[in-house]
């Protein structure tokens, strides 16, 4: 995946928010970046765990080259780089978006 096509999604989600920051259009454009985002960050960067301070959490970061992500909580991130899960897929596909 290139910088171009998180650029594209970004730069689309950024002219539907202009647009109507409360419309379906604007809602389907941050869904698709968000997806773009994680499907790199899954697919194209090492996950690293990192050693946490804080009794019973667990936090881990994402790596490419050598620019290393922020840290994230193990137990709010869902890796799932599949849209159809959260039930958003179709609509988007159906190009209603």
């Not at 950024?14 to 970046?33: M, N, P, T, V």
């Not at 301070?53 to 050598?66: D, L, P, T």
């Amino acid at each position: 995946m290139t910088d171009s096509i998180l650029r594209t999604e970004y730069n689309e989600a950024k002219h539907q928010c202009r647009a109507d920051s409360k419309g379906f259009a604007a809602g389907c454009a941050i869904l698709r970046l968000a997806m773009t985002s994680l499907k790199f960050l899954v697919e194209e960067c090492l996950a690293i765990d990192l050693v946490s301070r804080v009794q019973g959490k667990q936090y881990f970061s994402f790596k490419k080259a050598n620019v290393v992500a922020r840290p994230a909580n193990s137990e709010f991130f869902l890796a799932d780089t599949d849209a159809g899960s959260l039930g958003y897929l179709p609509t988007i596909q159906h190009g209603y978006a």
